[in-house]
């Protein structure tokens, strides 16, 4: 039977939304500040979402999310600086104050509205600043896109 949690609010850092956690099974630890979901995993919040085989979400005193990282079959469609990516991965860590994602192992990102595409061996993503690492050391960075050659276009007419 699926266990679904509500969390109370996210922090200040993000705009307060609720959050839909669904998980086949739930632990929390309340003096360590931790709870660990997993079994389907998928945590909701508005339009984004999140899907992992185990997320373990670490929390501050005031039971506020600090750090997000989810493990196995990753999986997130989510808005970041405006724009709606797709990203997958085997480990995705999500640092609440800061901002920042970092994609770990077969990670790859899509820019749904231009189709644009990335894949490495680990994305780090910077939402405050707007800046985009990927690293290739295991295979090399692939980046793939669509470019409109007007030039080309106007030579055949």
């Known amino acids: 039977m699926k266990i679904i949690i509500i969390l109370l609010m996210i922090n200040a850092f993000i705009l307060a ?39 373990t979400i670490d929390f501050n005193e005031k039971e506020e999310p600090l750090k997000y990282e989810a493990r196995g079959n990753v999986s997130i469609n989510a808005t970041m600086n405006n724009k709606r ?11 609440v104050v800061p ?36 690293d290739g050391s295991v295979e090399p960075v692939k980046f793939v896109f669509q470019i409109n050659d007007t030039k080309n276009k106007e030579e055949k007419r």
């Not at 630890?29 to 999140?50: F, H, P, Q, W």
């Not at 749904?112 to 707007?130: A, S």
């Open 17 to 55: 939304e609720e959050v839909k956690v669904n998980a086949d099974r739930f632990y929390a630890d309340e003096k360590a500040l931790k709870s660990r979901l997993s079994g389907n995993v998928v945590i909701t919040k508005g339009d984004d979402v999140l899907v992992a085989d185990v997320v």
């Open 85 to 95: 990516y797709h990203a997958s991965g085997n480990i995705l860590i999500y640092d």
């Open 99 to 134: 901002n920042t994602y970092v994609l770990e192992g077969n990670a790859f990102m899509e820019d749904i509205t231009t189709n644009r595409k990335v894949y490495g061996n680990i994305i780090m993503i910077d939402q405050n600043n707007g800046t985009y690492v990927v």
